[in-house]
């Protein structure tokens, strides 16, 4: 019986990219994964056949030989070495790249053990340092909180080692034991015709030792999921999107690794008066008609809890800004702070008693193109454009 192309294998063409072979691999590997599929031994050889057929098509020295001589290319023709795979190699399952430098094949797998085993891509791959998982947890301030800065206390819940286990995933008592495939190295050597490929072994999935008890507690994860407290300091003048780094405060690794990081991604709320842009912050007070008229000084509150006062110049009109220096947001990491901008909106009275209104009349019969000459302006041009008509 003819041996099925690595083509076929896959699912895809002779003629397929390396992106789409690189996507087909993916979703195969995570559909036929062992942890996925316990107990099938179908889907074990499944998995071993479609990590061969990706160990050549995804290095193009390889794939060429393939194409040109087919699987005799990987069968009689190593020096020394023998023919076919190395002894103890038979769990052949293409964890790692050429042993030449073709790297690009475990980030692949860190992306698949991402998926089927929820993030990270560390809880279960290749012996060595690998450092735990990153974080990442959302928080939200107030405006205020942004200004101010301010020390705080989150919980996040999180990957931790097992305390039944002590983080082994062995069950009391038990210890894992070194992996007969690979003696415990974690990878495999295989000689294959013209190359000489390592990968990572698929009988302890590149750990060098597999678990035969189980641990109760974490099911042989050696982490278990735990509430935690951490506290949090919170710069000022922090804005929106900023992000806090807390070095070591991620998952603890499954290997001899450091921890990974928790990232706290920040969000600051809207608040009812200002407005910010950077370091600038905006706002709009509402004056009385007479204020404006006659001028006069207002106080209103800032942040940090003072109160400012401006002043009105006399026949202020709605839209005219003012200017405050250094009392908007601090600078982050900076002594600097922006400016606030006070913008006026002049209220025209409602609700007006008969006297108010009498009072009005006989203003309005006083006024004059002096008093009035924007409106006085935007008259004369009209009555120009009329004319012209």
């Known amino acids: 019986m003819a041996e099925q192309s690595y083509y076929e294998t896959l699912g895809v063409a002779r003629d397929a990219d390396e992106q789409a072979i690189k996507s087909a691999y993916r979703n195969l590997a995570k559909k036929y994964h062992p942890d996925q ?6 889907a074990e ?21 393939y194409d040109s001589l087919g699987h005799a290319a990987f069968k009689a023709h190593g020096s020394g070495g023998g023919a076919g795979m190395h002894p103890g190699a038979e769990g052949f399952a293409g964890f790692g ?51 101010a800065g301010k020390k705080t206390e989150i919980s996040v819940v999180a990957p931790v080692a097992c305390t039944t286990c002590a983080g082994s995933g062995a069950a009391p008592g038990t210890k894992p034991v070194t992996c007969s495939a690979c003696g415990g190295a974690g990878r495999i050597r295989a000689t294959r015709g013209f190359f000489t490929v390592e990968q990572g072994c698929a009988q302890c999935q590149g750990r060098g030792e ?4 189980p641990c109760s507690q974490c099911k042989g994860a050696g982490r278990v999921r735990s509430r935690r407290n951490i506290s949090v300091d919170i ?13 070591g405060e991620g998952a603890p690794s499954a290997s001899v ?25 905006y706002c709009q007070v509402p004056i009385p008609m007479t204020t404006a008229a006659l001028g006069g000084e207002l106080e209103i509150p800032a942040l940090g809890g003072q109160r400012l006062k401006i002043k009105i110049p006399e026949g ?44 009005l009349n006989e203003f309005a019969k006083q006024s004059d193109t002096a008093t009035n000459p924007r409106a006085h302006g935007f008259f004369k041009r009209v009555k120009g454009l009329f004319e012209g008509f």
Do not use: W
């Not at 056949?49 to 390889?62: P, R």
């Not at 790297?103 to 929820?118: A, E, N, P, T």
């Not at 597999?210 to 008890?213: H, K």
């Not at 600078?331 to 002049?346: C, K, M, P, Q």
């Open 37 to 42: 599929n316990p107990g099938n031994a179908g």
């Open 45 to 65: 050889q499944q998995f071993k056949d479609i990590n061969e057929a990706y160990e050549v098509l995804k290095d193009k020295q390889a794939r060429a030989a």
């Open 97 to 147: 790249g050429f042993a030449r430098g073709g790297g690009g094949f475990s980030d692949v797998f860190s992306d698949i053990f991402d998926d089927i085993l929820g993030g990270g891509g560390q809880t279960r791959r290749g012996a060595g340092s690998r450092r735990g998982e990153d974080l990442r947890y959302d928080l939200t301030v107030t405006l205020e909180e942004a200004f």
């Open 210 to 213: 597999r678990i035969e008890t």
């Open 235 to 247: 710069p000022a003048g922090i804005d929106e999107g900023t992000r806090i780094r807390l070095s």
């Open 257 to 281: 690794g450091g921890n990974g990081d928790l990232y706290i991604f920040m969000s600051v709320s809207e608040h009812p008066l200002f407005q910010r842009d950077g370091a600038n912050l």
């Open 316 to 359: 202020c009109q709605s839209g005219h800004r003012l200017r405050l220096r250094s009392k908007g947001m601090p600078v982050l990491h900076s002594r600097d702070h922006g400016d606030l901008y006070v913008e006026v909106a002049v209220e025209t009275p409602v609700g007006l008693s008969h006297k108010q209104k009498e009072l």
